[in-house]
Nanobody, 116 residues
Framework: QVRLVESGGGLVQVGGSLRLSCEGSGINFKIATMDWYRQAPGNQRELVATITSGGGTNYADSVQGRFTISRDNAKSTVYLQMNSLIPEDTGVYYC??????????WGKGTLVTVSS
């Protein structure tokens, strides 16, 4: 049974920082490409950042240079360090993995609120 559990969300002021964590279980974490998505109220879910098993990363243009995705395979955990936060970063952040069988798995999400 695949399980993704996010943590680290909260309320932060503009310009502040947060670090999100996502612990995975039930998957071969070492070979998994992991993603962070977010969904703002009234908007579609959007891809924020991706990290491959080899450590390659990719970011949405809107977060490039402010967010950093990383992983710790020993802890089966992927992180999202978010700096210089702006109100537009507000939303629910979800951890995602596409299994080797082509099944999408999502965490329940963690809420990030950036106040001005």
């Amino acid at each position: 049974q695949v399980r993704l559990v996010e943590s680290g969300g909260g309320l932060v002021q503009v310009g502040g920082s947060l670090r999100l964590s996502c612990e995975g279980s039930g998957i071969n974490f070492k070979i998994a490409t992991m993603d962070w998505y977010r969904q703002a109220p009234g908007n579609q879910r959007e891809l924020v950042a991706t990290i491959t098993s080899g450590g390659g990363t990719n970011y949405a243009d809107s977060v490039q240079g402010r967010f950093t995705i990383s992983r710790d395979n020993a802890k089966s955990t992927v992180y999202l360090q978010m700096n210089s936060l702006i109100p537009e970063d507000t939303g629910v952040y979800y951890c995602h993995v596409l299994s080797t069988y082509g099944v999408n798995y999502w965490g329940k999400g963690t809420l990030v609120t950036v106040s001005s």
